[in-house]
T-cell receptor, first 115, second 111 residues
């Protein structure tokens, strides 16, 4: 069964360092998303991406964050200068379309720990 | 701002019992989703509810949607231990692409 794949599963980084989280969405999907979940809290939307541009972003997604689809298969989230409060589980998701009866499929997540 | 409220946030129930998890949301929305999350794992899609009065069932779980009341329910019938997990409802933002999640209901089913 097709699935969204994320790497690495766990990343530890020092405060102020740049990190890139990688995702391979399901191959025929056109819409891509990043969400995050701080430990014990709810899942929060960060950004959606379609047709090589951001279609929507939340307040969390400030200038420190960027997304890119560098090739036909990968979708990345970059955090330029990590802060302690960026520690969270980051989920990538993809969907075939956006509309009625569309569902987003989530990857296994990357646990980011900023020390 | 779209708010999604779930209750209860924590639920401990005995095997064989029935219970309902509630999800209220603050503005109109076309779609409501239920996800399951096991500890340290990803989000597994359970149901997509699209219209007023929609009801979907999968095994011991049944979800319904009342768009007029802005309320969805997830009903658990004859709970078993394997249902222990955190259940999230999520509502789309109507602006297009974001899902707004509730805080989740942490369910523990005990013998």
């Amino acid at each position: 069964e097709p699935e969204v794949t994320q790497t690495p599963s766990h990343q530890v980084t020092q405060m102020g360092q740049e990190v890139i989280l990688r995702c391979v969405p399901i191959s025929n999907h056109l819409y891509f998303y990043w969400y995050r979940q701080i430990l014990g809290q709810k899942v929060e939307f960060l950004v959606s991406f379609y047709n090589n541009e951001i279609s929507e972003k939340s307040e969390i997604f400030d200038d420190q964050f960027s997304v890119e689809r560098p090739d036909g298969s990968n979708f990345t989230l970059k955090i330029r200068s990590t802060k302690l409060e960026d520690s969270a589980m980051y989920f990538c998701a993809s969907s075939e379309s956006w509309g009625l009866d569309t569902e987003a499929f989530f990857g296994q997540g990357t646990r980011l720990t900023v020390v | 701002e779209l708010k999604v409220e779930q209750n209860p946030l924590f639920l401990s129930m005995q095997e064989g019992k029935n219970y309902t998890i509630y999800c209220n949301y603050s503005t109109t929305s076309d779609r409501l989703y239920w996800y399951r999350q096991d500890p340290g794992k990803s989000l597994e899609s359970l149901f997509v509810l699209l219209s007023n009065g929609a009801v979907k069932q999968e095994g011991r779980l049944m979800a319904s949607l009342d768009t007029k009341a802005r309320l969805s329910t997830l009903h658990i019938t004859a709970a078993v231990h394997d249902l222990s997990a955190t259940y999230f409802c999520a509502v789309d933002s109507n602006s297009g692409y974001a899902l707004n999640f509730g805080k989740g209901t942490s369910l523990l089913v005990t013998p």
